[in-house]
């Protein structure tokens, strides 16, 4: 089992920046795959971007190409989301997973997510 735990979330005007982060404990050894997920309300969840545990394979969406970074940091067991030029539509829970093989393909572990409010 990992355990996750986000922050960094927050209210932000259009145009600004927020770094998220997501502090993995627990079988971390285990993890293959980090991803940052987000949930607007009315809306599917979706991945917004996603990283090897190495670091050499990123994901992201159309979305937030070329305004989000994902990256991770094996020594502090912390994933991060570097978010800017943020737009209303970025307006979402946000929600770190990870993927194991015990998980056949998916996002296993998630955390509690953080909310990020971007105001226009």
């Known amino acids: 089992q990992v355990q996750l735990v986000e922050s960094g979330g927050g209210l932000v005007q259009a145009g600004g920046s927020l770094r998220l982060s997501c502090a993995a404990s627990?079988?971390?050894?285990?993890?293959?795959?980090l991803g940052w997920y987000r949930q607007a309300p009315g809306k599917e969840r979706e991945l917004v971007a996603a990283?090897?545990?190495?670091?050499?394979?990123?994901y992201y969406a159309d979305s937030v190409k070329g305004r989000f970074t994902i990256s991770n940091d094996n020594a502090k067991n912390t994933l991060y989301l570097q978010m800017n030029s943020l737009k209303p539509e970025d307006t979402a829970m946000y929600y770190c997973?990870?993927?194991?093989?015990?998980?056949?393909?998916?996002?296993?572990?998630w955390g509690q997510g953080t909310q990020v409010t971007v105001s226009s």
């Open positions: 990283i090897t545990r190495s670091g050499d394979s990123t």
């Open positions: 997973a990870t993927n194991s093989d015990a998980d056949n393909g998916h996002f296993g572990s």
């Open positions: 627990g079988n971390i050894f285990s993890i293959n795959n």
